[in-house]
């Protein structure tokens, strides 16, 4: 395995890490210098260059692996920080719309009271309207002698 194998393995490690939304060329560096590394120590057999290569790409894995745990972890904290902010929001949202309780307990009284002057109102103007009626009957019947 020559330098167009090393360059390939390279490529493929560039690749997957970009795929991953990793630093690619760190890894395609990291995939140049293990095969260096593995031809220094064992110059004639290239068999031992695929191992290790094997090895890169599960060390890959495991720190993409860890890479996405912490962003579960900073994405459950920012997800919480929103739902505890819109909690405070709609909290004070409430308090600014809803009255005091004794804006509350003046509102009731005055309701009531605007309530008990209109059926005095209503009242007062059945009576009149039955006088009235009273009063037109006696009419009615002083003009119509023995009737």
């Not at 020559?2 to 490690?13: H, N, T």
């Not at 290569?53 to 720190?63: D, E, I, N, R, S």
């Not at 920080?81 to 005091?100: N, S």
């Not at 003046?106 to 009531?112: G, L, T, W």
Request: proline fraction near 3%; charged fraction near 35%.
């Amino acid at each position: 395995m020559g330098l167009l194998g090393g360059l390939g393995l390279a490529g493929v490690f560039y690749a997957a890490a970009e795929y991953e939304h990793m630093t690619g060329w760190k890894w395609a560096l990291a995939s140049v210098a293990v095969s260096a590394t593995v031809r220094g120590l064992f110059p004639a057999s290239f068999i031992f260059v695929l191992p290790a290569q094997f090895g890169l790409f599960c060390v890959m894995w495991w720190m993409n692996a860890k890479r996405q745990a912490a962003l579960e972890v900073e994405r459950a904290a920012r997800q919480e920080t929103d739902r505890r902010g819109r909690q405070e929001r709609v909290q004070r949202a409430h308090e600014q719309a809803a009255p005091e309780p004794s804006d509350r307990a003046a509102a009731r009284e005055a309701r009531e009271e605007a309530a008990l002057r209109e059926r005095q109102e209503r009242v007062r103007r059945a009576r009149e309207e039955r006088e009235r009626a009273e009063r037109g009957e006696a009419e009615r019947d002083k003009e119509t002698p023995g009737g």
